[in-house]
């Protein structure tokens, strides 16, 4: 009994030694005060589900054969939360219908290249702006009727092609009318859809429409004329504890250069991954 006693003392006193000398809760390397080792408040490991639509280059998509996902989205997200100390958890929604599924508290948060809008407000909270994109007009490579813009706008047989409940398919109308709008689940169909000369032009984000035009880049092209500016941001469901903490991770990835480098990978030249490797 005393043996027993004695080992029981000692194990207590080595596991006072042990918790005197780890780190405390705060993330890794994080302090007492509450913060990560990045100086940001610490969200003691929790796992943050995060929508993505895997679909939609080069934010974020599986290629073929594979599982695993890849793309802007997941790089960020996962840099988020090694400075916050949460887990990202990405979960695989459909376009649009992930806006409501965040706005019920179903996921955490959605990351899929989502323009911050007041409508969409009245819904979802958003994050700061991560990205500012231009909306663009893609057109078959050749086509000598669309030298601008504008020629699109005015051409009243031409037909628009874009993503339904997007900000592209809101332009759109404002710009032509839905009369002249084909819409699409995706905005890969859009894309096929001109190739096939089914549609006269798509609009889309100049960001992603990198992704589509990849190996296309033979056969369409781009109206440089930007239509109009669009802030992305994360959304989150009303009233969530994640925003300002993801926000002062935005503000220090911007002011770190990280931003700067995950724009370099994954919407530099050397991103080559179009459509027909997913």
């Known amino acids: 009994m005393k043996k027993s006693i004695r080992l ?49 280059l080069p934010f974020n998509y599986i290629l073929a054969g594979e599982s695993e996902g890849q793309g802007w989205d997941y790089d960020a997200w996962r840099d988020i939360c090694e400075r916050l100390n949460c887990v990202a958890d990405f979960v695989e929604a459909a376009w649009p219908a992930v806006i409501d599924q965040v706005a019920q508290g179903e996921i955490d948060t959605a990351a899929d290249g989502i323009s911050i809008t007041d409508e969409r407000k009245e819904i979802v909270d958003f994050s700061d702006p991560y990205m500012v994109v231009e909306q663009k007009f893609i057109v078959q490579k050749g086509d000598d009727r669309f030298g601008s813009a504008q ?37 890969a169909l859009a894309i096929q859809a001109l190739i096939a000369g089914d549609v006269d032009v798509v609009i889309i984000d100049d960001a992603a429409g990198l992704g589509y035009i990849g190996e296309n880049a033979d056969v369409i092209d781009t109206i440089d004329d930007g239509l109009q500016s669009d802030p992305l941001g994360f959304i989150y469901p009303k009233g969530s504890d994640l925003v300002d903490p993801v926000n002062q991770a935005i503000a220090q990835m911007k002011e770190d250069g990280t931003f700067d480098e995950l724009g370099r990978i994954w919407f530099g030249p050397d991103f080559d991954v179009s459509y027909d490797d997913l």
Do not use: H, K, M, W
């Open 8 to 56: 029981f003392a000692l194990l207590a006193a080595l596991a006072l030694v042990v918790a005197a000398c780890s780190p405390d809760e705060g993330g890794e390397g994080g302090g007492s005060d509450g913060t990560t080792a990045a100086g940001l408040p610490d969200l003691g490991g929790r796992t943050v589900t995060v929508g993505v639509e895997n679909a939609y």
């Open 151 to 187: 020629d699109v706008i005015d051409d009243s047989a031409a037909i628009v092609a874009t993503q339904v409940g997007t900000t592209n398919y809101e332009l759109a109308e404002s710009l032509v009318g839905e009369a002249r709008i084909q819409a699409f689940d995706q905005f």
